[in-house]
T-cell receptor
Framework: KAGVTQTPRYLIKTRGQQVTLSCSPI?????VSWYQQTPGQGLQFLFE???????NKGNFPGRFSGRQFSNSRSEMNVSTLELGDSALYLC??????????????FGEGSRLTVL | GENVEQHPSTLSVQEGDSAVIKCTYS??????FPWYKQELGKRPQLIID?????GEKKDQRIAVTLNKTAKHFSLHITETQPEDSAVYFC?????????????FGAGTRLAVHP
């Protein structure tokens, strides 16, 4: 069974640009969550999608957005990039539905550097 | 809002010693507490979890304890080995808008020295 796949793995952007990151979940997983990982801050929750609907959102500005497609693949977009957006963006998929929380299966992440 | 605090941020032990990592959470409605291990350059992976109706859970050398009254939970690793060296994240599942969201702590970097 293929794991969670994230693309691109590495990217460099300049301030003011925008970026789109992609995540393909494990087959059969309908929940996709996104996290921002920075040194000392741990994993900051961005948002979670289930069956194309955003179920939850973290405390990030509106420059961060996402969506999920009918095949459960998800994308997140960051517009007007700032230096502080440099981070590893992790996607995780899960079988969990409703109020049940299950194991998250993480991708290897997309490392974004903003210059 | 919901918050998970994790201590210590770094922990260094000798091989064979025990290691304890502690987390506190703010939302009393939290009901699920997983621990993830992230080895250098790799993705986080679940190592153990506990639900709010259980006080302790063990899996070989690792165990997790939960004190709902005090809103804190801990990871215990016994007989540590060099391969236990990694960053460990605790998390708490918090109800939000009819669903749960997982809030992580800032992580503990564990170094096990031979």
């Amino acid at each position: 069974k293929a794991g969670v796949t994230q693309t691109p793995r590495y990217l460099i952007k300049t301030r003011g640009q925008q970026v789109t990151l992609s995540c393909s979940p494990i087959s059969g997983h309908r929940s996709v969550s996104w996290y921002q990982q920075t040194p000392g801050q741990g994993l900051q929750f961005l948002f979670e999608y289930f069956s194309e609907t955003q179920r939850n959102k973290g405390n990030f500005p509106g420059r961060f957005s996402g969506r999920q497609f009918s095949n459960s693949r998800s994308e997140m977009n960051v517009s007007t990039l700032e230096l502080g957006d440099s981070a590893l963006y992790l996607c995780a998929s899960s079988l969990a539905g409703g109020v049940n929380t299950g194991e998250l299966f993480f991708g290897e992440g997309s490392r974004l550097t903003v210059l | 809002g919901e918050n998970v605090e994790q201590h210590p941020s770094t922990l260094s032990v000798q091989e064979g010693d025990s290691a304890v990592i502690k987390c506190t959470y703010s939302d009393s409605a939290s009901n699920y507490f997983p621990w993830y291990k992230q080895e250098l350059g790799k993705r986080p992976q679940l190592i153990i979890d506990i639900r709010s109706n259980v006080g302790e859970k063990k899996d070989q050398r690792i165990a997790v304890t939960l004190n709902k009254t005090a809103k804190h939970f801990s990871l215990h690793i016994t007989e540590t080995q060099p391969e236990d060296s990694a960053v460990y994240f605790c998390a708490a599942s918090t109800p939000s808008g009819g669903y749960n969201k997982l809030i992580f702590g800032a992580g503990t970097r564990l170094a096990v020295h031979p």
